[in-house]
Protein backbone atom coordinates (compact mmCIF):
# COMPACT_ATOMS: atom_id res chain seq x y z
CA UNK A 1 0.00 0.00 0.00
CA UNK A 2 1.78 3.32 -1.39
CA UNK A 3 1.67 6.17 1.39
CA UNK A 4 0.27 9.67 1.25
CA UNK A 5 1.48 12.73 2.50
CA UNK A 6 -2.01 14.18 4.33
CA UNK A 7 -0.20 17.20 5.73
CA UNK A 8 -0.11 19.57 2.77
CA UNK A 9 -3.32 21.67 1.35
CA UNK A 10 -2.62 19.40 -2.15
CA UNK A 11 -2.52 15.76 -0.08
CA UNK A 12 -4.25 13.46 -2.47
CA UNK A 13 -6.17 10.45 -1.94
CA UNK A 14 -8.28 8.57 -4.33
CA UNK A 15 -11.67 6.92 -3.09
CA UNK A 16 -13.94 3.94 -4.14
CA UNK A 17 -17.37 3.55 -5.56
CA UNK A 18 -19.65 2.54 -2.85
CA UNK A 19 -21.16 -0.72 -4.46
CA UNK A 20 -23.43 -2.70 -1.65
CA UNK A 21 -21.78 -6.18 -1.55
CA UNK A 22 -22.68 -9.60 0.37
CA UNK A 23 -19.97 -11.06 0.11
CA UNK A 24 -17.68 -11.55 3.34
CA UNK A 25 -14.32 -12.58 0.87
CA UNK A 26 -11.34 -10.90 2.27
CA UNK A 27 -9.41 -10.76 -1.02
CA UNK A 28 -12.34 -9.13 -2.65
CA UNK A 29 -11.12 -5.33 -3.13
CA UNK A 30 -14.46 -3.92 -2.55
CA UNK A 31 -14.99 -5.37 0.43
CA UNK A 32 -11.90 -4.26 1.47
CA UNK A 33 -13.04 -1.03 0.34
CA UNK A 34 -16.30 -1.42 2.22
CA UNK A 35 -14.32 -1.94 5.41
CA UNK A 36 -12.06 1.13 4.78
CA UNK A 37 -15.04 3.51 5.02
CA UNK A 38 -16.01 2.04 8.19
CA UNK A 39 -12.24 2.81 9.37
CA UNK A 40 -12.79 6.38 8.11
CA UNK A 41 -15.88 6.72 10.01
CA UNK A 42 -14.85 5.33 13.04
CA UNK A 43 -11.52 7.44 12.97
CA UNK A 44 -13.90 10.43 12.71
CA UNK A 45 -16.38 9.53 15.45
CA UNK A 46 -13.21 8.66 17.89
CA UNK A 47 -12.34 12.17 17.17
CA UNK A 48 -12.96 15.04 19.77
CA UNK A 49 -14.28 18.28 17.62
CA UNK A 50 -11.41 19.97 19.29
CA UNK A 51 -9.04 17.84 17.15
CA UNK A 52 -10.42 19.81 13.55
CA UNK A 53 -8.40 22.77 15.29
CA UNK A 54 -5.79 21.18 17.16
CA UNK A 55 -2.76 18.21 16.46
CA UNK A 56 -4.32 15.48 14.33
CA UNK A 57 -0.87 14.19 13.12
CA UNK A 58 -1.90 10.72 14.73
CA UNK A 59 -5.29 10.56 13.49
CA UNK A 60 -4.30 11.29 9.90
CA UNK A 61 -2.07 8.36 9.65
CA UNK A 62 -5.26 6.32 10.55
CA UNK A 63 -6.83 8.12 8.09
CA UNK A 64 -4.12 8.03 5.69
CA UNK A 65 -4.12 3.89 5.69
CA UNK A 66 -8.11 4.11 5.61
CA UNK A 67 -8.05 6.54 2.42
CA UNK A 68 -5.59 4.81 1.01
CA UNK A 69 -7.87 1.40 0.43
CA UNK A 70 -10.34 4.26 -1.32
CA UNK A 71 -9.31 3.04 -5.21
CA UNK A 72 -11.69 2.83 -7.84
CA UNK A 73 -12.31 4.39 -11.84
CA UNK A 74 -13.25 6.28 -12.79
CA UNK A 75 -13.77 8.38 -9.56
CA UNK A 76 -14.04 11.65 -7.71
CA UNK A 77 -10.26 11.78 -5.67
CA UNK A 78 -10.51 12.87 -1.64
CA UNK A 79 -8.11 14.95 -0.56
CA UNK A 80 -7.62 15.74 3.47
CA UNK A 81 -6.95 18.80 4.44
CA UNK A 82 -7.86 21.71 6.99
CA UNK A 83 -10.34 23.37 4.56
CA UNK A 84 -11.85 19.68 3.90
CA UNK A 85 -11.56 19.08 7.84
CA UNK A 86 -12.91 22.52 8.77
CA UNK A 87 -16.44 21.11 6.80
CA UNK A 88 -16.26 17.78 7.83
CA UNK A 89 -16.73 18.81 11.61
CA UNK A 90 -19.48 21.80 10.25
CA UNK A 91 -21.47 18.57 9.34
CA UNK A 92 -21.03 16.91 11.94
CA UNK A 93 -21.95 20.05 14.17
CA UNK A 94 -23.01 23.22 13.62
CA UNK A 95 -24.17 22.11 10.24
CA UNK A 96 -25.88 18.82 11.67
CA UNK A 97 -29.83 19.17 11.42
CA UNK A 98 -28.85 21.14 7.78
CA UNK A 99 -27.16 18.00 6.73
CA UNK A 100 -29.97 15.40 8.19
CA UNK A 101 -32.05 17.83 5.52
CA UNK A 102 -29.77 16.82 2.43
CA UNK A 103 -29.38 13.41 3.32
CA UNK A 104 -32.90 13.23 3.63
CA UNK A 105 -32.99 14.66 0.22
CA UNK A 106 -30.45 12.49 -1.57
CA UNK A 107 -32.74 9.57 -1.14
CA UNK A 108 -35.39 11.22 -3.31
CA UNK A 109 -32.95 11.58 -6.24
CA UNK A 110 -29.94 9.92 -5.47
CA UNK A 111 -30.97 6.99 -7.58
CA UNK A 112 -31.73 9.03 -10.69
CA UNK A 113 -28.43 10.82 -10.63
CA UNK A 114 -25.91 8.24 -9.74
CA UNK A 115 -27.59 6.26 -12.78
CA UNK A 116 -26.98 8.82 -15.04
CA UNK A 117 -23.42 9.67 -13.88
CA UNK A 118 -22.69 5.76 -14.44
CA UNK A 119 -24.01 5.40 -18.09
CA UNK A 120 -21.79 8.24 -18.63
CA UNK A 121 -18.68 6.43 -16.60
CA UNK A 122 -18.42 9.72 -14.72
CA UNK A 123 -17.57 10.06 -10.82
CA UNK A 124 -20.85 8.78 -8.75
CA UNK A 125 -20.05 11.48 -6.03
CA UNK A 126 -20.61 14.33 -7.96
CA UNK A 127 -24.05 13.72 -7.07
CA UNK A 128 -22.68 15.88 -3.98
CA UNK A 129 -21.87 18.86 -6.14
CA UNK A 130 -25.72 19.02 -6.69
CA UNK A 131 -26.23 18.55 -2.65
CA UNK A 132 -23.91 21.31 -2.57
CA UNK A 133 -25.29 23.69 -5.36
CA UNK A 134 -29.17 23.73 -4.60
CA UNK A 135 -29.62 21.61 -1.35
CA UNK A 136 -31.24 19.12 -3.54
CA UNK A 137 -34.31 21.66 -4.10
CA UNK A 138 -35.50 21.34 -7.77
CA UNK A 139 -37.57 25.16 -7.42
CA UNK A 140 -34.16 26.32 -5.73
CA UNK A 141 -33.21 29.91 -6.78
CA UNK A 142 -29.98 31.55 -5.95
CA UNK A 143 -29.22 35.30 -5.73
CA UNK A 144 -27.82 35.57 -9.18
CA UNK A 145 -31.16 33.64 -10.40
CA UNK A 146 -29.34 30.40 -10.92
CA UNK A 147 -31.99 28.09 -10.78
CA UNK A 148 -33.14 24.11 -9.95
CA UNK A 149 -30.83 20.92 -8.63
CA UNK A 150 -27.78 22.04 -10.79
CA UNK A 151 -27.93 25.46 -10.55
CA UNK A 152 -28.12 26.48 -14.44
CA UNK A 153 -27.80 30.48 -15.22
CA UNK A 154 -30.01 31.26 -18.06
CA UNK A 155 -27.21 31.49 -21.07
CA UNK A 156 -25.84 28.23 -20.07
CA UNK A 157 -29.30 26.11 -19.65
CA UNK A 158 -30.27 27.24 -23.02
CA UNK A 159 -26.12 26.30 -24.70
CA UNK A 160 -27.05 22.99 -23.16
CA UNK A 161 -30.02 22.56 -24.85
CA UNK A 162 -32.46 23.13 -21.81
CA UNK A 163 -35.91 24.80 -22.65
CA UNK A 164 -36.78 27.73 -20.80
CA UNK A 165 -39.80 30.18 -21.06
CA UNK A 166 -43.00 31.04 -19.88
CA UNK A 167 -44.35 27.43 -19.04
CA UNK A 168 -41.93 25.55 -18.84
CA UNK A 169 -38.48 25.80 -17.07
CA UNK A 170 -35.91 22.46 -17.85
CA UNK A 171 -33.69 24.00 -15.61
CA UNK A 172 -36.29 22.62 -12.92
CA UNK A 173 -36.70 19.37 -14.37
CA UNK A 174 -34.38 16.70 -12.24
CA UNK A 175 -33.73 14.45 -15.17
CA UNK A 176 -33.26 17.12 -18.46
CA UNK A 177 -30.93 19.32 -15.72
CA UNK A 178 -29.43 16.39 -15.16
CA UNK A 179 -28.33 15.69 -18.29
CA UNK A 180 -27.03 19.08 -18.85
CA UNK A 181 -25.61 19.44 -16.25
CA UNK A 182 -23.37 16.18 -16.35
CA UNK A 183 -23.02 17.43 -19.97
CA UNK A 184 -21.51 20.47 -19.15
CA UNK A 185 -19.63 18.66 -16.41
CA UNK A 186 -17.61 15.96 -18.89
CA UNK A 187 -17.23 19.11 -21.06
CA UNK A 188 -15.50 21.08 -18.08
CA UNK A 189 -13.25 18.08 -17.69
CA UNK A 190 -12.04 17.87 -20.99
CA UNK A 191 -10.90 20.89 -21.22
CA UNK A 192 -9.31 20.93 -17.56
CA UNK A 193 -8.46 17.78 -17.48
CA UNK A 194 -9.19 17.80 -13.20
CA UNK A 195 -12.41 17.03 -11.75
CA UNK A 196 -11.55 19.89 -8.97
CA UNK A 197 -10.77 22.26 -11.61
CA UNK A 198 -14.26 21.18 -13.63
CA UNK A 199 -15.86 21.38 -10.60
CA UNK A 200 -14.58 25.02 -9.58
CA UNK A 201 -15.48 26.08 -13.28
CA UNK A 202 -18.66 24.39 -12.84
CA UNK A 203 -19.03 27.01 -9.60
CA UNK A 204 -16.72 30.38 -10.96
CA UNK A 205 -17.11 29.78 -14.63
CA UNK A 206 -14.66 28.41 -17.19
CA UNK A 207 -13.78 31.67 -18.22
CA UNK A 208 -12.64 32.98 -15.22
CA UNK A 209 -10.19 29.82 -14.54
CA UNK A 210 -8.84 29.58 -17.63
CA UNK A 211 -7.60 33.34 -16.39
CA UNK A 212 -6.38 32.22 -13.11
CA UNK A 213 -4.41 29.45 -14.39
CA UNK A 214 -3.02 30.97 -16.93
CA UNK A 215 -1.66 33.93 -14.85
CA UNK A 216 -0.91 31.77 -11.71
CA UNK A 217 -0.41 28.34 -13.07
CA UNK A 218 1.63 28.73 -16.31
CA UNK A 219 -1.60 27.69 -18.25
CA UNK A 220 -1.34 24.25 -16.70
CA UNK A 221 -4.09 21.83 -16.59
CA UNK A 222 -4.40 17.99 -15.55
CA UNK A 223 -3.38 18.00 -12.32
CA UNK A 224 -5.94 17.69 -8.87
CA UNK A 225 -3.18 19.19 -7.04
CA UNK A 226 -3.78 22.63 -9.02
CA UNK A 227 -7.20 23.74 -7.45
CA UNK A 228 -5.03 23.67 -3.91
CA UNK A 229 -1.96 25.90 -5.84
CA UNK A 230 -4.90 28.48 -7.60
CA UNK A 231 -7.04 28.32 -4.35
CA UNK A 232 -6.40 32.18 -2.87
CA UNK A 233 -7.09 33.51 -6.61
CA UNK A 234 -10.65 32.25 -7.01
CA UNK A 235 -13.51 33.77 -6.05
CA UNK A 236 -14.11 33.35 -2.36
CA UNK A 237 -17.60 31.03 -2.89
CA UNK A 238 -15.42 28.71 -5.04
CA UNK A 239 -12.62 28.46 -2.49
CA UNK A 240 -14.74 26.27 -0.56
CA UNK A 241 -16.56 24.59 -2.70
CA UNK A 242 -14.49 21.42 -3.53
CA UNK A 243 -13.61 21.15 -0.02
CA UNK A 244 -17.04 21.07 1.15
CA UNK A 245 -18.16 18.34 -1.67
CA UNK A 246 -15.38 16.34 -0.74
CA UNK A 247 -16.15 16.45 2.72
CA UNK A 248 -19.70 16.09 2.09
CA UNK A 249 -18.85 12.70 0.48
CA UNK A 250 -16.79 11.64 2.99
CA UNK A 251 -19.65 12.41 5.99
CA UNK A 252 -22.75 11.01 3.40
CA UNK A 253 -20.79 7.97 2.39
CA UNK A 254 -20.96 6.52 6.33
CA UNK A 255 -24.10 8.68 7.23
CA UNK A 256 -25.30 6.71 9.78
CA UNK A 257 -22.04 5.55 11.30
CA UNK A 258 -21.85 9.23 12.10
CA UNK A 259 -25.32 9.46 13.53
CA UNK A 260 -27.20 10.68 11.23
CA UNK A 261 -30.61 8.94 10.02
CA UNK A 262 -31.28 7.02 6.77
CA UNK A 263 -33.65 8.72 4.23
CA UNK A 264 -37.11 6.98 4.14
CA UNK A 265 -37.64 9.17 1.21
CA UNK A 266 -39.08 7.88 -2.10
CA UNK A 267 -37.18 7.65 -4.98
CA UNK A 268 -38.16 10.40 -7.79
CA UNK A 269 -40.32 7.66 -10.08
CA UNK A 270 -42.50 8.44 -12.79
CA UNK A 271 -44.35 7.63 -15.78
CA UNK A 272 -45.14 10.16 -18.25
CA UNK A 273 -48.49 10.36 -20.21
CA UNK A 274 -49.27 12.84 -23.04
CA UNK A 275 -51.95 15.40 -22.08
CA UNK A 276 -53.02 18.43 -24.47
CA UNK A 277 -51.77 22.04 -24.25
CA UNK A 278 -53.47 23.56 -21.30
CA UNK A 279 -54.35 20.65 -19.16
CA UNK A 280 -54.03 22.04 -15.45
CA UNK A 281 -51.86 19.57 -13.60
CA UNK A 282 -54.35 20.04 -10.50
CA UNK A 283 -56.84 18.26 -13.47
CA UNK A 284 -54.25 15.40 -13.31
CA UNK A 285 -53.93 14.97 -10.00
CA UNK A 286 -57.45 14.86 -9.41
CA UNK A 287 -58.07 11.92 -12.15
CA UNK A 288 -55.90 9.61 -10.00
CA UNK A 289 -57.33 10.99 -6.81
CA UNK A 290 -54.06 12.39 -5.30
CA UNK A 291 -53.01 15.56 -3.64
CA UNK A 292 -51.84 18.50 -6.47
CA UNK A 293 -48.34 19.12 -4.24
CA UNK A 294 -47.58 15.20 -5.40
CA UNK A 295 -48.08 15.83 -9.23
CA UNK A 296 -46.15 19.21 -8.97
CA UNK A 297 -43.14 17.95 -7.81
CA UNK A 298 -43.36 15.15 -10.32
CA UNK A 299 -43.29 18.28 -12.66
CA UNK A 300 -41.51 21.25 -11.11
CA UNK A 301 -40.69 22.61 -14.56
CA UNK A 302 -43.98 22.84 -15.14
CA UNK A 303 -43.86 26.99 -13.62
CA UNK A 304 -47.27 27.82 -14.01
CA UNK A 305 -49.14 24.25 -12.85
CA UNK A 306 -50.27 23.57 -16.67
CA UNK A 307 -49.21 22.37 -19.81
CA UNK A 308 -48.05 24.71 -22.28
CA UNK A 309 -51.18 25.76 -24.98
CA UNK A 310 -50.70 24.34 -28.20
CA UNK A 311 -49.10 20.98 -28.62
CA UNK A 312 -48.82 17.78 -26.98
CA UNK A 313 -47.38 17.60 -23.72
CA UNK A 314 -45.82 14.86 -21.35
CA UNK A 315 -46.51 14.73 -17.89
CA UNK A 316 -45.44 12.34 -14.96
CA UNK A 317 -47.39 10.72 -13.08
CA UNK A 318 -46.79 8.40 -10.36
CA UNK A 319 -46.00 4.76 -11.56
CA UNK A 320 -48.58 2.83 -12.95
CA UNK A 321 -51.15 5.90 -12.84
CA UNK A 322 -50.47 6.64 -16.81
CA UNK A 323 -53.71 4.88 -17.95
CA UNK A 324 -55.85 5.97 -15.41
CA UNK A 325 -55.61 9.69 -16.55
CA UNK A 326 -55.43 8.48 -19.88
CA UNK A 327 -59.14 7.07 -19.20
CA UNK A 328 -60.19 10.29 -16.91
CA UNK A 329 -59.17 12.89 -19.70
CA UNK A 330 -60.92 10.76 -22.57
CA UNK A 331 -57.28 10.78 -24.00
CA UNK A 332 -55.53 8.23 -26.47
CA UNK A 333 -52.04 9.75 -25.58
CA UNK A 334 -49.41 7.54 -25.54
CA UNK A 335 -47.58 6.16 -22.61
CA UNK A 336 -43.88 5.92 -21.39
CA UNK A 337 -42.52 4.69 -18.74
CA UNK A 338 -39.26 6.17 -17.72
Known sequence: MSTVDLRGPGARVDRWDPLERVVQDESDPVVRRLRAASLIAATLLLVPVAWL?????????????????YQ????????????VEYWIGEFRTTRRDEFQSLLHRRGVFE???RRKLRERGMPEDLLYLAMMESGLLPRAVSQVSAVGLWQFM??????FGLRVDDYVDE???????????LA????????????????????AGPGRLEHVLNVYADGRRGDED?????????????????????????????????????????????????????????????SIGAEASVVRDLNPHLVRAVTPPNELFGVRVPRGQASTVMAYLGQPSGIRAD
Open 111 to 113: PLI
Open 53 to 69: AGDRSETRVLLEAALSE
Open 171 to 181: RRDPVRATDAA
Open 226 to 286: LYWEVLRHLPLETREYVPRIVAATIVATEAEAFGFESSSAHAYEYEIVFVPGETPLSAVAE
Open 154 to 159: GPTAEQ
Open 184 to 203: YLEWLHERFGSWYLAAAAYN
Open 72 to 83: ASPALPLHLNDR
